[in-house]
C-alpha cells in the first residue's frame, strides 16, 4: 500500500488491484461517556443524511466509513476520475439531505435493533473507539439494559438535533485534515495520483468555515424500545405475467415513498426472491396502507410508466381492497405474504 497526504491534510491510501474500489473514513473527536452516545447519533444522522452519492456508509464511535460512488472495472479510469470528482465536490460543499425523514429513519433502525438484545455484545464499534482497521469488536460488558439505554439515548438525541446544528457539526467534521481515502485499482501509484490532482480532491478545505462540532446537552428521556415492537410487512414481486423488472421497480416506488415519510419513518427495506420486505413501528398502519394506496395511483395514473408497471399497480391495489373487505376487525397484522397475481396481457 503506498500512502502519500495531499496539501490540505487528507491522506490518500492507494493499493494496485484489478477492480476498482474506494472507502472514505472520516475521522471524529474521541470522548468519552454521554459525550460520545451524543457525537456518535449526530454523526450517525449526519451519515444518513450527508450528499454525495456513497453508495454504503456506516458509522462507529470516531469514525464514519463511506462507499465511493461506483467506481467499476467496466468504466476504467474515466469512470475512476468522475467518483473521485462527485466525492470532491461533495467534501468542498457539504450538505445534508431528508434529514426529518432520516431522523425516523434511524429510530426505525434502532428498533429493529432492540428486538435482539443477545447480539448487543457485538456493538463494540458503537460503544467504543475504534479505527477503520479495528471496526468492531466484541464486548462482553454490554448487557441488555446497557444497550437498551444506548438505544433509547441514541433515539431521544436524534430527534432533538436541529438541522442547523447538524449542518455546522458536519463542516466541522468533514474537512481535509480528518478524512482518509482507501483507494485500489488496475493503475499504478503514479497513474493514481495522476487522477487524484484531477479530481479536485485537492481544493477540499483543510477545516469549512463556520463548522462548528455539535455541543453535548441533556436531553430528556422520550423513548422506551422496551415497549416498542415492529410491524413487518411482505409483498410477492413475484407475479405472473409481468416482467421482474416491472414488478420490483412498483415495490421499489413503495419503498421509497414510505421512507421519504417522515411520519413512517421506514427502516427495513429489504427484497429477496422478489419478495419485498418493510418494518415499520405499531401504530402507523394506516398511515403506511394510505401512503401505499398514493403511490399505487401515481404510478396507475402516470402515461410515462411501462404498461407493466401500471398493471402491477393495478394488482397490487386490488389485492390491498380485498384484503381489506376481508378483515372484519383492525388488527395490527399488515402482511401481504404470497401476492401472486395472474395477469393476462
Known sequence: M????????????????????????????????????????????IEHCFAGGFEDSETRNRYVRHQLPSMTEEKGSIGALKSLMKTAYALRHPMLENVSAEKEAIVEEWSMCSTAPEKFKFWGGFMHAVTPDKWDMIDETITPEKGMRFLNHQ?????????????????ATYGGKQITLRLAGPVTSEEMQELIGRSGLEKVPSEHENGQEIDYKHVPEANRYQDISRVNMQIDANMQGISKDDTTAVIRRIGKALHNN??????????????????????????????????????????????????????????????ENRQQSRTHDLTLAKLNASISR
Open 262 to 323: 417522515p411520519k413512517i419513518g421506514l427502516y427495513t427495506y429489504e427484497k429477496n426472491n422478489g419478495v419485498m420486505s418493510f418494518s415499520f413501528m405499531k401504530g402507523k398502519e394506516d398511515l403506511v396502507n394510505m401512503q401505499i394506496q398514493d403511490t399505487l395511483k401515481v404510478i396507475e395514473n402516470d402515461n410515462k410508466t411501462s404498461i407493466g408497471m401500471r398493471m402491477v399497480a393495478q394488482a397490487v391495489k386490488q389485492k390491498l381492497v380485498n384484503q
Open 155 to 171: 433515539a431521544d438525541y436524534t430527534r432533538n438535533f436541529t438541522f442547523d446544528e447538524l449542518q455546522k457539526h458536519a463542516l
Open 2 to 45: 503506498d500512502t502519500f497526504r495531499l496539501n490540505n491534510g487528507m491522506t490518500i491510501e492507494f493499493s494496485p488491484a484489478e477492480q476498482w474500489s474506494g472507502e472514505m473514513f472520516v475521522k471524529m473527536p474521541e470522548k468519552n461517556g454521554e459525550e460520545a452516545m451524543y457525537q456518535f447519533a449526530a454523526n450517525h444522522l
